[in-house]
């Protein structure tokens, strides 16, 4: 269920039950009690709203996480971490290819490979790289659509202290109407 509709549907609850204590609090002096019973009703209930719609924020943040390998960690060390593809014309695609080491004692176990973009994709080994191996991760950027100056990321989760390593490709774009003023 989306956060959004939880939120939408305690906060009806909760006008609901406001209403509830209004009209009973309208009712007398002898309905006084009722309306304050009924107000702490009202607030046990947004309180409740407010706390369940934590979680589910919670849990949905937690969800998107990317799962770290359990276990020893290792290390990591690679020939480059950022790369400059320099100028391209709008609508190429990039590949660079990130080379790397398993410098610690342990085998290296990445996890996950993420791009900041769709436009930023990698290539990642899914299986473990031993201790004193080594592997390569290949990183596509598609220009389409893009213009001017680029940076993108990419986010690696492994077994390694911190869990996450960023590798960045960037350049420029032309546009199409840069690209006929340039010629």
């Given amino acids: 269920m989306n956060i959004s509709k939880i939120r939408f549907s305690f906060s009806a609850l909760f006008a609901c039950l406001v209403s509830v204590a209004l009209f009973t609090a309208c009712a007398g002096d002898s309905a006084n009690s009722a309306a304050d019973a009924a107000k702490e009703k009202v607030a046990a209930a947004a309180n409740t709203v407010s706390n369940t719609a934590d979680a589910a924020a919670t849990a949905m943040k937690d969800a998107a996480a990317p799962v770290v390998p359990a276990g020893p960690t290792t290390t990591i060390k ?3 971490t950022e790369f400059d593809f320099g100028t391209v014309d709008q609508g190429e695609k990039v590949t660079h290819v990130y080379k790397f080491a398993n410098t610690g004692n342990e085998p290296l176990i990445i996890s996950n490979a993420k791009g900041s973009c769709g436009c930023t994709v990698p290539s990642w080994p899914k299986e473990p790289i031993p201790v004193g191996g080594s592997g390569e991760i290949q990183v596509q950027f598609d220009s389409k659509g893009k213009k001017n100056k ?20 960037k350049g420029e774009v032309n546009a199409p109407e840069a690209a006929a003023a340039n010629k």
Avoid at 150 to 169: E, G, M, Y
Wanted: net charge negative.
């Fill in 78 to 80: 690679f020939e480059e």
């Fill in 150 to 169: 680029q940076s993108k990321k990419v986010t690696l989760t492994a077994n390694t202290d911190p869990a996450q390593t960023f590798l960045t490709i």
